[in-house]
């Protein structure tokens, strides 16, 4: 746990007020971990910063703790916290909540999906701290329900994930509305060039950066492990590693909305307690599934990467990728959803015949060795008639068509004009061949 927590420290000499200290001392918190302890102090000294660790080390208390200090009661909509997709807003949301119980505080969770309505109604009821996904915070902005006039606060959560899934342009457009007076706050679990150029232009000159990148999560706290299995054998595999293994919660993540739907129901024909997330899904829907995992109502929630961001739910004990992800960074994203709140966790990735490079990629990224699990008593299914025919195909040998030496007098008229107009045929090899003296002119 030293690699996580600065051990070294305490919540209590970060200078936090008295109402957040007693949130925190009645949830058993004493140390910050690393990105705490180093992010904290500059945002209540003013700063503008930029904060990077990786997934499940306390970056959302990282800013929320200071901001709830400094947040004024009388002043609504001074913060705005922007989150790439609505599991992340309302978990960050719901966090800030908690921490917020002994302050006058209000938070505002703005998605889409969900009754603008009801969103505003919220805001009105107090509304200190936005926290939205970006179209949706345009589209009340537009309309006039929401003002970043007396924005004091303005944060990016895991802002590399929104540059991935095309947020850029309103990330420019709202912090250029913003008043150039606030503090912006960066974090994220990777800081490319690309992400801390983008930072600059909206951050005051001394800005500072924060980096904590040790390997705490992805080495120390989960136990990683890979299967090697062809792809018609993942559904039967991950049935039989559920049975196996017998783990508390697990999450599974597939490459594609099909997958995940595909996956969903074979285990559910099964007997297995399991239910499905992504894009397509109603926000209705998504926030019912979030709310029954949560409530350890499900035992295997099958998702695309929609969701790795958006689930920080402590007794998640397994992460499975059904489909190894072709970033490196995702991988890490993924395993993140396990070992919270201090616990270990396991991920198993089941990897296909042609993906040792990409396996390679990731171990180098984590810096772990990744162990191999075989079951010998694992069955693995016949080969689809498709592959079969398919490797025939490749594996059968080239025809070669050999030529000898042609005999004119088998020929007929029409071959031997063809070949040898004229009607010279030649009675041996040419005097000079490739090589030969005879240099034509360059042009």
């Known amino acids: ?18 109402r957040i ?7 058993g918190f004493e140390h910050p971990t690393l990105i705490q302890a180093q992010l904290i102090p500059p945002i209540l000294n003013g700063k503008d910063v930029m904060g990077q660790a990786k ?117 420019r457009q709202i912090l250029k509305t913003c008043p150039t007076d606030r503090q912006t706050i960066f974090v994220s679990a990777t800081i490319s060039g690309e992400i801390e150029r983008l930072g600059r232009q909206f951050m005051k000159e001394d800005a500072e950066k924060v ?31 559920i049975r196996k293994e017998e783990p508390e919660t697990t999450v599974v993540f597939c490459k594609t909305k099909a997958t995940v739907h595909k996956v969903t129901q074979y285990l559910r024909d099964k007997g297995v307690s ?6 397509d899904l109603h926000q209705t ?9 949560r409530q350890k109502q499900v035992d295997v929630l099958i ?25 490196p960074e995702v991988y890490v994203h993924r395993i993140g959803r396990t070992a919270r709140a201090g616990r270990r966790g396991r991920a198993w990735s089941f990897v296909t015949p042609e993906e040792g490079q990409r396996l390679t990629e990731i171990e180098k990224l984590s810096g772990a060795l990744i162990e191999a699990v075989f079951y010998e008593d694992f069955e693995p299914g016949p080969i689809p008639k498709a592959v079969r025919e398919e490797r025939a195909k490749s594996e059968s040998p ?46």
């Open 21 to 27: 200290l007693a949130a925190l001392d009645r949830k």
């Open 55 to 171: 997934t499940g080390s306390g970056k959302t208390a990282a800013f929320a703790l200071p901001i709830l200090h400094l947040a004024d009661p009388d002043i609504p909509m001074q913060a705005l916290v922007l989150a790439p997709t609505r599991e992340l807003a309302v978990q960050v949301a719901g966090e800030i909540e908690k921490l917020a119980e002994d302050t006058d505080i209000k938070v505002s969770c703005i998605i889409g999906g969900e009754s603008m309505r009801k969103q505003k109604k919220s805001m009105e009821a107090g509304g200190h701290i936005i926290v939205g996904t970006p179209g949706r915070v345009m589209d009340l902005q537009n309309r006039r329900e929401l003002s970043f006039d007396r924005i004091r606060f303005a944060v990016l959560d895991e802002v590399d994930r929104m540059l991935d899934i095309g947020f850029r342009d309103d990330i």
């Open 211 to 241: 980096e904590t990148v040790g390997s705490s999560l992805t080495v120390s706290m989960v136990d990683q492990k890979y299967l090697s299995v062809e792809p018609w054998d993942k559904r039967t595999m991950l049935l039989y590693l």
């Open 274 to 279: 399991v239910r499905e997330i992504h894009g």
């Open 303 to 327: 998702a695309s990467d929609l969701a790795a961001r958006g689930l920080d739910i402590d007794h998640i004990t397994d992460v499975v990728n059904y489909d190894l992800p072709e970033d």
């Open 1 to 18: 746990m030293s690699d996580l927590f600065d051990e070294s420290v305490r919540f209590a000499d970060l200078g936090l007020n008295d």
């Open 285 to 293: 829907k998504r926030t019912r599934v979030m709310n029954a995992l």
């Open 398 to 443: 080239r025809k070669v068509v050999e030529r000898g030496p042609v005999d004119p007098t088998t020929l007929s008229e029409q071959e031997l004009q063809s070949m040898f107009p004229g009607g010279v045929i030649p009675k041996g090899k040419p005097r000079t061949g490739m090589g030969g003296r005879h240099r034509g002119r360059r042009r």
